[in-house]
């Protein structure tokens, strides 16, 4: 059986608003998540939000939740193939968390709904594996991208 969430959290060096911008708008999403080419965000319950990732295309998703500068939840597909909408038969929801830390945001990535997806047992866990090990990466990549700014984003 696999486990029922994957948390994993890191520091970046600036303030809420500008780490809330690198997180909800597709030029800044493209930089530290994907294949490099913006997708599309609809940033309010129910907005679709599309992430172009390499080999899987474009990935669809759908926004849940959002409190700026604190929170935005979204369903994304994880199963192939990638270009349907998400349900919790092929999908899972992400929660990112952003709160003050000193001069820094502190980032809390969740994902949970592995055990809804109408796969194998196998499959599950392996989708799970890849995502558990690939949250650290992708957030190290938010976190250098947001020290690699020449100056501060507006929200």
Request: glycine share 8%.
């Amino acid at each position: 059986m696999i486990a029922r969430m994957i948390e994993h959290d890191i520091t970046v060096a600036a303030p809420p608003d500008q780490v809330w911008a690198l997180v909800t708008r597709p030029e800044h999403i493209a930089a530290w998540f994907g294949d490099g080419r913006p997708g599309s965000v609809d940033l309010r319950p129910g907005g679709r939000i599309t992430f172009q990732h390499g080999p899987h295309g474009a990935i669809p998703g759908r926004i849940e939740a959002v409190d700026p500068p604190r929170h935005v939840a979204f369903r994304w597909v994880v199963t192939d193939p990638y270009d349907e909408e998400p349900t919790p038969a092929n999908s899972t929801r992400v929660d990112l968390r952003l709160a003050p830390d000193a001069a820094a945001t502190r980032v809390r990535v969740t994902e949970q709904g592995y055990d809804q997806l109408t796969l194998p047992e196998a499959d599950r866990a392996a989708r799970y594996q890849a995502n558990d090990q690939g949250w650290p990466r992708i957030l190290e990549r938010l976190r250098d991208y947001a020290a690699g700014l020449a100056s501060p984003v507006s929200p």
